[in-house]
């Protein structure tokens, strides 16, 4: 199942707890702007290079009005131990059922190194104050993904 979500579409409505155990919801987020980011996994190289980008040039995404969501299938304290390694000022989303990433499209058949297997498509969703989905990063550059989210 691929992304099939484009710019103008309706966000699909979503709640999961965030690393504290504190349920985040989409519909408490309205009339807030949105960075949904989707990444495979914490404490990996790639993931890590991502999320301090968006740590560093937080301030930036903020000042543009951004509440940043970081989702994986991690554990709450997976998600504990990653923000506090990397002081990492935003909250990130236990999706351990996928059911998030199944409504954004971002959970998906992957091949590296000739392996194939099923797995998170690293995916970015800007979402408006409505809930209209502004922009889908889907070639994420992890060095300077906040240039691609403010571009």
Known sequence: MAITL???DK???????????????SEELRGKKIVLYFYPKDNTPTCT???CNLRDNYAELQKAGYVILGVSPDSERKH???IKKFD???DLLVDADLSI???FGVWDEKTTFG???????????TIDESGTIEKVIEKVVSKTHHEQILA
């Open 80 to 82: 504990q131990n990653f």
């Open 49 to 51: 290079v991502e999320a």
């Open 6 to 8: 484009k710019a103008g």
């Open 101 to 103: 990433h199944n409504a």
């Open 11 to 25: 966000a699909p409505a979503f709640q999961a707890k965030n690393q504290q155990g504190v349920i985040i919801s």
């Open 115 to 125: 392996k194939t297997y099923m797995g998170t498509i690293r995916t970015t969703f």
């Open 88 to 90: 990492l000022p935003f």
